[in-house]
């Protein structure tokens, strides 16, 4: 606990770095995306997340070509597949007869279950783009934004906190 003091106490909001530019994302995505968009939806683009997740960890060319560029290359390409994967498997669940089992035509659920599937979302995406990193860009985060988002425990968290959450909220 007192490594979470001691990081935000660290922050210097008079010279803002990335990681403030990220933190301060993930608060303001959290509460715009969220209104914007309902309960219901969110739990599909999570889901496609989650998908798209496990095509990018997967893809034997993805790996094979991501050996041949350079560091920063490879960042930016499997990013770019990630994003374009999660963007056409959202598009497809939500045109298909998944989304009703998903819950994304029931409602907007309450409030607080919108802030929260937001929140989740927000975090589970910023933390799988950051692990996308090269290893040496990761060390020059602030510890706080490594021990948020790119930790080994982070990472699980954010994988797991979403599905836990979504298996516990009931529809009101």
Do not use: C
């Amino acid at each position: 606990m007192s490594g979470i003091f001691q990081a935000i106490t660290s922050l210097d909001f008079s010279n803002p770095s990335w990681d403030l530019f990220i933190l301060v994302f993930f608060v303001v995505a959290s509460l715009l995306y969220g209104f914007s968009l309902g309960r219901d939806r969110i739990v599909v683009v999570m889901i496609s997340i989650y998908m798209a997740l496990a095509v990018i960890q997967n893809a034997p060319f993805l790996k094979q070509f991501t050996a041949r560029v350079e560091v920063g290359e490879s960042f930016a390409l499997r990013v770019t597949v990630f994003i374009g994967v999660f963007l056409l498997l959202f598009f497809l669940l939500s045109h298909s007869g998944l989304s009703r089992i998903f819950g994304a035509n029931s409602g907007r659920g309450t409030w607080w279950q919108t802030m929260l599937f937001s929140f989740l979302h927000v975090g589970l995406l910023l933390s799988v783009v950051l692990t996308f990193l090269p290893i040496e860009a990761q060390e020059g985060l602030a510890p706080l934004t490594r021990m948020i988002f790119v930790s080994d425990m982070a990472k699980f968290i954010w994988i797991l906190a979403p599905i836990l959450v979504m298996f516990l909220v009931k529809d009101e």
